[in-house]
């Protein structure tokens, strides 16, 4: 088993790495540089956007011939680790959650005529785009497919959508939103995915919803739908396919999460650590201790095992298999460890951390959400309990 990174992904990693190091860290302690919800302000996000492009460190994710770096899965996880190591190191360089799940999505099932109207825009970095599926009870949550209520009706060459949803991540910054809607009660063809504009007619925000942590660009949003027609041309992917554009979607999606979680998790530790080595307290360097190495040993080590599960998704992704164990496992104990390191970090800090002198109470109220989005992980457990149920041992192939 080789780990070595190509020589062009391990290039782009520490041009990464030198970029946030010298031009997004330093901006995270100027309090101009974060808008009212906690996030960048665009201003300055627009600046370092601009300074992204002009070095080659835009849209990994995405085909060179449409302006990106056209990196596979696991050279995006090689990347993407380096540019959470700042809290707004993933939106500079276009690899931010709900962005590059939908171009990841609409670059896999889109037509090319498609691309051109919703995905090229964002991939310039003109627009933002939201998915559009999480309802309110009794609707569709972690079984869309089974639950959800927001339906799309077929009315001459045009589908006419009816339905609430709401945690819509990013709903009031987008632009390009792309919608699942129940078209049929037939099993496994429940669901049809679409894509509509900002400026169409027929749908709301009813509200931004307030929110324990730092909020995304755009809030999370509740939306109402009373007649938004969608010309057909707009429809992803065939009739009744919904859950495979969605799950296309999803596989990358929650792996791109943990990816940018354990850079997050390591910058907690590293705050800590340059903590730890000037405190002193009776008569050593914390650093010394055995109780404090116990702690960021166990940190350290749930942070290699997160990296070893994701590059072990993110292998088999791109060998074309769904890896659909291998991206629950990783889920479940990337959004743990991330947790873990940020609780460890402000332990170790003592009150400073608690403080907002650092970053860690930001990372803290952030990180809680890691159990929830893209799948709670109670839900990723039932996935990997039943794959082991049908397959006993072979669950633990190599193959």
Not at 25 to 31: F, H, V
Not at 330 to 335: D, L, R
Request: aromatic residues 8%; glycine residues 10%; contains cysteine.
């Amino acid at each position: 088993m080789d780990f070595s990174l190509p020589s062009d992904v391990e290039e782009t990693r520490l041009k990464i790495r030198a970029f946030v190091n010298e031009r997004i860290l330093p901006l995270e302690s100027q309090p101009e540089s974060y808008d009212a919800h906690e996030n960048i302000n665009e201003d300055v996000l627009s600046g370092l956007r601009r300074q992204a492009k002009a070095v080659g460190l835009w849209a990994l994710s995405m085909p060179k011939e449409r302006g990106g770096g056209g990196f596979g899965t696991v050279g995006m996880a090689a990347c993407y680790e380096e540019m959470n190591r700042s809290i707004f190191g993933p939106l500079v360089f276009n690899a931010a959650a709900p962005d590059d799940g939908n171009m990841v999505a609409l670059n896999k099932v889109a037509t090319e005529a498609q691309k051109d109207k919703w995905l090229q825009p964002i991939i310039d970095g003109d627009v933002r785009s939201a998915i559009v599926m999480t309802e309110p009870h009794p609707g569709g949550g972690s079984d869309p497919a089974g639950m959800m209520k927001t339906t799309a009706e077929k009315k001459g060459d045009k589908w006419v959508i009816h339905g609430r949803k709401w945690f819509i991540t990013g709903a009031e910054g987008a632009s390009h939103y792309l919608l699942a809607a129940r078209t049929s009660t037939e099993p496994r063809r429940e669901l049809t995915t679409f894509m509509f504009h900002k400026d169409q007619p027929g749908w709301r925000i009813i509200r931004r919803i307030p929110i324990m942590g730092p909020e995304e660009h755009g809030g999370h949003c509740e939306m109402e739908f009373d007649g938004l027609e969608i010309p057909d041309e707009d429809r992803l992917f065939e009739v009744g396919r919904g859950m495979k554009v969605v799950q296309t979607r999803l596989g990358t999606a929650r792996l791109t999460h943990c990816m940018r979680w354990l850079g997050m998790a390591k910058r907690a530790l590293e705050i800590a650590d340059e903590y730890v080595a000037e405190r002193e307290a009776f008569g050593s360097k914390l650093k010394d201790r055995e109780s404090v190495q116990l702690l960021q040993g166990d940190a350290a080590l749930n942070i290699m095992i997160g990296r070893l599960l994701v590059m072990q998704a993110a292998w088999k992704l791109d060998q074309g298999e769904f890896a659909k164990n291998e991206v629950s496992a990783a889920k479940v104990h990337v959004a743990d460890t991330l947790f873990q390191a940020i609780d460890t970090s402000i332990q170790l800090c003592g009150a400073k951390g608690y403080s907002k002198d650092t970053l860690l109470e930001w990372m803290y109220r952030y990180a809680r959400q890691a159990k929830l989005v893209d799948g709670a992980s109670e839900v990723h457990k039932m996935v990997l309990a039943r794959a082991f149920q049908k397959e006993g041992l072979d669950f633990w192939s190599w193959g």
